[in-house]
């Protein structure tokens, strides 16, 4: 079958702007329009959280699912998002109807429910998938995103007649969608999938597992984090089964959005520039020092975290070495939530060096804008990261990263050397080790070079001339859709 015409179904947890929590919600909403781009027909599944709702005040009922299982009754509405790629939105008001995010409440506690909540996004994106779909759109490929969907292969691998192909994507193997075992029946999976060679992880249901158990091909967001999740430590216990199916795996590095992320045409900057009028930049910084309280210092280099602030992305690094950091001198600006004792770390150390250190606890999209514009280099020193958006954007933005050489980071960083800016692939600064001390020797690096106005230049417009767009990638993706259609 010809690329061109494949139907897919994107089924997702999160999609940017509607909801987003990180990158997931950015590629759920840059890569089926990529997809559209290039002539398929793609669909976006995805809960109608109170919040979706709010934003979409003119879907239309498409469908109804009758209760089953402990599955309450549920809506099928349909709109479309800014690309015009359709938007299917499952609307469940027990379920979705709810204050908080889409996976814990206010206070950050996991929804008590959360099986049924995602096990309903699965089933529904299965039986869309299925020949009692009540759609006359029926899709070739359901393309399922991490745990939250993971239990839709399952779900088609026993439903009756003919069914859609299925291709399970891991945008990170450390979240597994994890239950006790009564919600096998609850969710109404039948029992024999309950064994060690079907859903079953340790006397326990994982939606993860059971999507790379039963999908039929198995995509990672990077080619180095597709070798790393192999064996441990990043394999997570689930690296046995994804080397037995090593033939289905494949690494394929995310895109960005690079109409949403041009600082040429970016309206949520103060002065917007490119690669030849980088000199603008620097009212960008002056501007971002200004919103964030610092000390109008262009004389120094303004260090930027926007991040989920957790021990996966190494940021008790990052605090372990604040006090050389600042005596270079440098400045600081995090932007992101997490971990409590991260948040309360950052904010006293932004109390106590108010004029150099920024800390903005939760998440401002528009802040993230001016910070990848206004930061001189941006620090990603990540313990592992499968594929990671921020070192692209950052990157585009003539904002050199510091990251650690990991998964995805590794895949789209070039150390800065003077091999590297000789010919021209320098484009950040990168570490191995895992530790706050190689971290703090990149930075070192970083701070020496941006002294060296020609060096940093060469180095910012290296950056700025990468492709990081979704075409190439969706390509890929288009190949794998052909040839699961052909073999279904």
Known sequence: MKSSQLRILFATSECAPLVKTGGLGDVSAAFPAALKTLGLDPRILLPAYRSVLAQLPKCREVARFAATADFPAARLLQGQIASGVPLLTLDCPELYDRAGGPYQDADGADWTDNALRFGLLSRAAALLGSADSPLGWRPDVVHCNDWQTGLAPVYLRYAAGARAATLQ???????????????????????????????????????????????????????????????????????????ARRDRLSGILNGIDTALWNPATDPLIACRYDADTLATKAAN?????????????????????????????????????????????????????????????????????????????????ALAHLIEAGADAFLMPSRFEPCGMNQMYSQRYGTPPITRATGGLADTVVDCSPATLADGSASGFVFHDAS???????????????????????????????????ETSARRYAAIYARLATNG
């Open 436 to 470: 706050a001390d190689a971290l703090l020797a990149a930075v070192e690096r970083a701070a020496g070079t941006w002294r060296d106005t020609v060096s940093w230049r060469a180095l910012q417009r290296n950056g700025m001339a990468r492709d990081f767009g979704w």
């Open 169 to 243: 994507t891991i945008h990170n193997l450390a979240y597994q969608g994890i239950f006790e075992p009564q919600f096998v029946a609850a969710l109404g999976l039948p029992a024999e999938c309950f064994t060690p060679d079907g859903v079953e992880y340790y006397g326990k249901l994982s939606f993860l597992k059971a999507g790379l158990q039963f999908a039929d091909a198995i995509t990672t967001v990077s080619p180095t984090y597709a070798l790393e999740i192999q064996s441990e430590p990043l394999g997570f216990g689930l690296q046995d089964l994804l080397a």
């Open 285 to 365: 910084k002056s501007t971002l020092q200004r919103r964030l309280g610092l000390a109008l210092s262009p004389n120094m280099p303004l260090f930027a975290v926007v991040s989920r602030l957790t021990a996966q992305k190494g940021l008790d690094w990052l605090l372990a070495i604040a006090p050389q950091l600042l005596a270079l001198p440098a400045q600081l600006a995090i932007l992101g939530g997490g971990e409590p004792q991260l948040e309360r770390s950052f904010r006293t150390l932004a109390e106590s060096h108010a004029e150099q250190v920024s800390a903005t606890i939760g998440f401002n999209e």
